[in-house]
């Protein structure tokens, strides 16, 4: 069983900067990610990468603000949320599996989740 463990969440203003962390306890799959979930919505996807890729794939919402990045040697995931909006607030998710690449997106391809990070943006 893959545990998942992420850090990082914050209470930042608007504008600001945080690091989010994903520490997977081993690594049977091919792909990790980070998905959201606003309070009174869906989770989306927000960001992922294979382990054996240099290339994230990131939601429109977050091109250009946040980068994913990740150090195969210590099995751990990082994100980057810079210039944070308040629409930015949302409970943060570490997910990992094996979707093919046209379901990277998709919440269900991934087989394990962290218990989430609270990420709040406001003045």
């Known amino acids: 069983q893959v545990r998942l463990e992420e850090s990082g969440g914050s209470l930042v203003q608007p504008g600001g900067s945080l690091r989010l962390s994903c520490v997977a306890s081993q690594r049977n799959f091919r792909t990790m990610g980070w998905f959201r979930q606003a309070p009174g919505k869906e989770r989306e996807f927000v960001a992922a990468?294979?382990?054996?890729?240099?290339?994230?794939r990131y939601a429109d919402s977050v091109k250009g603000r946040f980068t994913l990045s990740k150090d195969n040697a210590k099995n751990t995931m990082y994100l980057d949320l810079n210039n944070l909006k308040p629409e930015d607030t949302a409970v943060y998710y570490c997910a990992a599996g094996n979707p093919i690449l046209t379901a990277t997106e998709i919440e269900t391809s991934y087989y394990y989740w962290g218990q989430g990070t609270q990420v709040t943006v406001s003045s």
């Open positions: 990468v294979r382990w054996s890729s240099e290339t994230p």
